[in-house]
C-alpha cells in the first residue's frame, strides 16, 4: 500500500501539467462538463478517430459538453482522479484495483464479445495427456512471469487445484520441468512441435492462430482452462454524482456503433456490458496470493 501510494504520489507533477487546463473548482453537483481519460496504453491509436460520434452521443445523453483528454498514463489518470481533476478513464482490472487502493472508484462497464472468451486454457499434443493430473512429471510451458493469461491465472488454478504451494508449482514438486517461452506463439509451436508436453496459453491467443491458419485445430487438445479473465472497461471516480454515473452507464450500455467497437477493439460484434463481481473478487484475491505488483501491470 506504501508502494502504491509513493508510487502515484511521484506522478501528481505531471498530472498538474496534464489536466491543468481540465480543473474545475466548485461542487462536482455542479459539473459543467465530463472528462473522459483516452490513456496512452488504451489500444489501438486509432481509435481517436472514432470517438467524434462517441462524444456528441454521450453529449447529447448526460446534457453537458464531453471533453475527451489524450496521452495520459494509467498511473497520471489515477493521480488526476483522485485530485478531482478527471471523471472517468479506461482501465484495465488490474488499473481499477490500482485505482482502488487510494480512493474511491466503481466500474461503469467491460467490454464483451459472445465469441471471444478470455481464460486461459492448458494444451497438449500428447495422446496420453488427457488431464491436468496426467501433466505431473511433464515438461510444461508459461509465457514471462508478467504475463496475466499465461502465468498468473494458470499459476493460481494450479495452486488451488492440487493444493500446491507456486515454489511447487513453479520449480518442482509437480512438473518435470518448467519453461517461459517469451511469447503466447512460442508456447503454442511449442507445444504442436513438442519442444513442451503441454502449456498454458490465452483462450483468444489460440483461437486467433488457428483462424488464421497458423496452426489447425487438431494439432493441440485443450485439457484444462482458468477462471475467466475480466476485461478491461471504463471507471468512474468516487466523486461523480450518483444520477451522471447512471446515466453514463446506461449509455455505454446502449453504444452500438460498429465502427467504433471495430476500430477500437478489433470487432464490431464487441459491446459494452456490465461487471462481473465474482470476477473481479478473483482477481483481487489472485493478485494478494500471488503478492502482484499492480502498477506494473
Given at each position: 500500500?506504501?508502494?502504491?501510494?509513493?508510487?502515484?504520489?511521484?506522478?501528481?507533477?505531471?498530472?498538474?501539467?496534464?489536466?491543468?487546463?481540465?480543473?474545475?473548482?466548485?461542487?462536482?453537483?455542479?459539473?459543467?462538463?465530463?472528462?473522459?481519460?483516452?490513456?496512452?496504453?488504451?489500444?489501438?491509436?486509432?481509435?481517436?478517430?472514432?470517438?467524434?460520434?462517441?462524444?456528441?452521443?454521450?453529449?447529447?445523453?448526460?446534457?453537458?459538453?464531453?471533453?475527451?483528454?489524450?496521452?495520459?498514463?494509467?498511473?497520471?489518470?489515477?493521480?488526476?482522479?483522485?485530485?478531482?481533476?478527471?471523471?472517468?478513464?479506461?482501465?484495465?482490472?488490474?488499473?481499477?484495483?490500482?485505482?482502488?487502493?487510494?480512493?474511491?472508484?466503481?466500474?461503469?462497464?467491460?467490454?464483451?464479445?459472445?465469441?471471444?472468451?478470455?481464460?486461459?486454457?492448458?494444451?497438449?499434443?500428447?495422446?496420453?495427456?488427457?488431464?491436468?493430473?496426467?501433466?505431473?512429471?511433464?515438461?510444461?510451458?508459461?509465457?514471462?512471469?508478467?504475463?496475466?493469461?499465461?502465468?498468473?491465472?494458470?499459476?493460481?488454478?494450479?495452486?488451488?487445484?492440487?493444493?500446491?504451494?507456486?515454489?511447487?508449482?513453479?520449480?518442482?514438486?509437480?512438473?518435470?520441468?518448467?519453461?517461459?517461452?517469451?511469447?503466447?506463439?512460442?508456447?503454442?509451436?511449442?507445444?504442436?512441435?513438442?519442444?513442451?508436453?503441454a502449456a498454458a496459453v490465452g483462450n483468444l491467443n489460440l483461437g486467433n492462430m488457428i483462424a488464421s491458419g497458423v496452426i489447425n485445430e487438431e494439432d493441440v487438445r485443450i485439457i484444462g482452462s482458468t477462471s475467466i479473465i475480466p476485461f478491461p472497461g471504463y471507471i468512474a471516480a468516487g466523486h461523480l454524482p450518483r444520477d451522471l454515473v447512471e446515466k453514463v452507464r446506461g449509455f455505454l450500455l446502449a453504444y452500438d456503433n460498429e465502427e467504433y467497437f471495430?476500430?477500437?477493439?478489433?470487432?464490431?460484434?464487441?459491446?459494452?456490458?456490465?461487471?462481473?463481481?465474482?470476477?473481479?473478487?478473483?482477481?483481487?484475491?489472485?493478485?494478494?496470493?500471488?503478492?502482484?505488483?499492480?502498477?506494473?501491470?
Amino acid at each position: 500500500m506504501k508502494k502504491v501510494i509513493l508510487l502515484l504520489c511521484a506522478v501528481l507533477a505531471v498530472c498538474a501539467v496534464v489536466f491543468t487546463a481540465c480543473g474545475r473548482g466548485g461542487d462536482s453537483d455542479e459539473m459543467t462538463e465530463l472528462r473522459i481519460a483516452l490513456l496512452i496504453d488504451d489500444g489501438n491509436p486509432q481509435s481517436v478517430a472514432v470517438f467524434g460520434d462517441f462524444r456528441e452521443r454521450l453529449e447529447a445523453h448526460v446534457g453537458m459538453p464531453v471533453r475527451i483528454i489524450e496521452d495520459a498514463t494509467h498511473l497520471v489518470g489515477i493521480e488526476a482522479m483522485r485530485a478531482g481533476n478527471l471523471d472517468i478513464m479506461w482501465g484495465s482490472p488490474f488499473v481499477y484495483l490500482l485505482a482502488r487502493e487510494v480512493m474511491d472508484v466503481e466500474r461503469l462497464v467491460v467490454t464483451d464479445n459472445p465469441a471471444s472468451i478470455n481464460k486461459t486454457v492448458f494444451i497438449t499434443s500428447h495422446d496420453d495427456i488427457h488431464t491436468l493430473e496426467d501433466l505431473r512429471g511433464r515438461s510444461f510451458a508459461f509465457i514471462s512471469p508478467s504475463s496475466t493469461s499465461g502465468f498468473f491465472y494458470p499459476l493460481y488454478h494450479l495452486m488451488n487445484v492440487f493444493n500446491l504451494t507456486r515454489m511447487e508449482v513453479e520449480a518442482g514438486g509437480f512438473f518435470g520441468t518448467v519453461a517461459h517461452s517469451g511469447s503466447q506463439t512460442a508456447s503454442i509451436m511449442g507445444v504442436t512441435h513438442g519442444d513442451f508436453d503441454a502449456a498454458a496459453v490465452g483462450n483468444l491467443n489460440l483461437g486467433n492462430m488457428i483462424a488464421s491458419g497458423v496452426i489447425n485445430e487438431e494439432d493441440v487438445r485443450i485439457i484444462g482452462s482458468t477462471s475467466i479473465i475480466p476485461f478491461p472497461g471504463y471507471i468512474a471516480a468516487g466523486h461523480l454524482p450518483r444520477d451522471l454515473v447512471e446515466k453514463v452507464r446506461g449509455f455505454l450500455l446502449a453504444y452500438d456503433n460498429e465502427e467504433y467497437f471495430g476500430t477500437r477493439f478489433g470487432t464490431p460484434d464487441t459491446r459494452f456490458v456490465l461487471p462481473n463481481d465474482e470476477q473481479i473478487q478473483h482477481l483481487r484475491m489472485m493478485a494478494e496470493v500471488l503478492e502482484i505488483d499492480l502498477s506494473e501491470q
